[in-house]
């Protein structure tokens, strides 16, 4: 985890916010480390201060537009994800009544403390910890943010962290898995029994978005067959594979 720190200004004798995080700067000359880390913390700031001046550029064009249209302008014009757009106006509102310390914080922190989900209180935190000289790291303050929320919205949060767990586990492909043979035999039944445009029908919908994402597949997959089964017994029971039903003719 990064440590954020601070140090005198030469010049100024003010406190200047550097960043001491994994880059050791051991192997160069003290001034030219001095010259980095000013480098490094000048570029955090002047990061800050576009975004902001970014965020208050496209609210003022915003009051001429339409909602729609505006965003037509967004991407057609400034040629930037509307997401971004709207992540970088929402830091300019949420900067414009705050003291200049602002500049001091990274932009990931930014984002966090501007989402209208962040309690005020932990706002408040944070900038005092800032004009203090001591600025919260990004991981930190994820972390007070996952408590506050679990917290006050305990089972909502543990529902939350269920459904994260799940899919990091579908996502493991170092895990090993032992289901290729029972893939196999279901692709020779699905090649022996439908036609081509019906195989790359049923290739079409396990690929798609809401078959990826149903996290209980297999035990919808069942009821559907099943239901199939009791509707349709006649058609489905016993029923010789259309491979054998060509060899024979």
Excluded at 96 to 117: C, G
Excluded at 129 to 147: D, F, M, N, S, Y
Aim: aromatic share 4%; proline share 4%; hydrophobic share 40%.
């Amino acid at each position: 985890m990064r440590q954020y720190s601070t140090s005198a200004s030469p010049k100024s004798g003010a406190q200047s916010v550097s960043l001491a995080g994994r880059f050791s700067y051991e192997a160069v000359d003290q001034r030219v480390a001095n010259f980095l880390k000013g480098q490094a913390d000048r570029i955090r700031r002047q990061c800050v201060t576009s975004i902001i001046q970014i965020g208050k550029a496209l609210l003022e064009a915003k009051r001429h537009l339409s909602h729609g249209m505006f965003l037509s302008w967004v991407e057609d014009e400034v040629r930037m994800p509307v997401r971004t757009a709207q992540t970088y106006m929402r830091v300019a509102s949420w900067a414009e009544e705050k003291s200049a310390t602002v500049a001091h914080l990274s932009p990931t922190v930014l984002y966090l403390l501007s989402a209208p989900s962040t309690p005020a209180e932990l706002t408040k935190e944070v900038l005092a910890k800032a004009e203090a000289g001591e600025l919260v790291a990004p991981a930190t303050l994820r972390q007070k943010l996952r408590a506050f929320r679990q917290k006050k919205y305990p089972l909502e949060t543990a529902r939350l962290e269920d459904l994260r767990r799940v899919e990091l586990a579908e996502r493991d492909v170092s895990e090993p898995t032992n289901h290729s043979a029972g893939i196999t035999e279901l692709a020779k039944i699905v090649a022996a029994r439908l036609s081509r445009s019906e195989i790359e029908r049923v290739r079409q919908l396990l690929t798609s978005d809401g078959v990826r994402r149903d996290l209980d597949l297999g035990s919808n997959l069942e009821r559907a067959l099943a239901n199939l089964a009791q509707s349709s017994p006649s058609r489905l029971e016993d029923e010789e594979p259309r491979t054998a039903r060509v060899s024979n003719t």
